[in-house]
Nanobody
Framework: QVQLVESGGGLVQAGGSLRLSCTAS???????????MAWFRQVPGKEREFVAA???????TDYTDSVKGRFTIIRASGNTVLLQMNNLQPEDTAAYYC????????????????WGQGTQVTVSS
């Protein structure tokens, strides 16, 4: 069993920044250095959207086009991944979800087996 716990969401003004954090844990010892970790987001009435992902501690990263140059995914430790969000815009408003899965391939956009509970990010004009 893998559990993901997120924090860092909140209300910010357009142009501001937030840093989301996701920490993974397991009932038995697990080396999360061998996992892909990612962030997705979802707004009411729309499908969940891929945002960013990273494989291993220093492996490749991937971002959806709308956040390139503004968001950075960071592997802060073996079991913690951060999403640094700069120059936030109202269209970034969504519930953000952390995801993880064993890195059997380098396909960073999925599939993912484990999901966090979500944290709300709201950006005002």
């Amino acid at each position: 069993q893998v559990q993901l716990v997120e924090s860092g969401g909140g209300l910010v003004q357009a142009g501001g920044s937030l840093r989301l954090s996701c920490t993974a844990s397991a009932r038995t010892f697990t080396s999360f250095n061998s996992y892909k970790m990612a962030w997705f987001r979802q707004v009411p009435g729309k499908e969940r959207e891929f945002v960013a992902a990273i494989i291993w501690s220093d492996g490749p990263t991937d971002y959806t086009d709308s956040v390139k140059g503004r968001f950075t995914i960071i592997r802060a430790s073996g079991n913690t991944v951060l999403l640094q969000m700069n120059n936030l815009q109202p269209e970034d408003t969504a519930a953000y979800y952390c995801a993880a899965t064993f890195a059997s391939t380098q396909m960073l956009r999925g599939p993912y087996n484990y999901w966090g509970q979500g944290t709300q990010v709201t950006v005002s004009s």
